[in-house]
Each structure stands twice: as C-alpha cells, then as structure tokens.
C-alpha cells in the first residue's frame, strides 16, 4: 500500500492517490462485463481505504 507516513500533508497524498487508483480500476471495468468479482475488488479497496482514513484521523487527533 506505500510507505507509512505520519506527516497530515503525506497522509492527504495517499488518501488522493489511492482515491485516483479506485477510480481508475472502476472506469477500466467494462459495465458489460463486470460481475461479482468486480465488485469485490473495489468494496475490498474502499474498505481498505477506509481502514487508513480512520487511522490518520486518529494521527490528526493526537
């Protein structure tokens, strides 16, 4: 997933890019030909993603 950061500006970078990466994979799925499995993939990189924004909104409150 990238190097770990503690650093607000870094975490925003991350958070933006992984934000870039999901939409690239949704935009190259075919909407004819996704399935199940598709929609796997990106449930399992929104959590993940959400994963880390809750951890760095813990770094923020600190």
């Known amino acids: 997933m990238g190097k770990a950061t503690d650093q607000p500006s870094e975490q925003m970078k991350y958070i933006k890019n992984r934000i870039k990466m999901l939409h690239e994979v949704a935009d190259s ?4 030909e ?3 499995a598709e929609l796997e993939q990106l449930s399992r990189m929104l959590k993940d993603l959400q994963i880390k924004i809750e951890r760095f909104q813990k770094d923020w409150q600190a």
């Open 29 to 32: 799925m075919d909407e004819q």
């Open 34 to 36: 996704a399935g199940s």
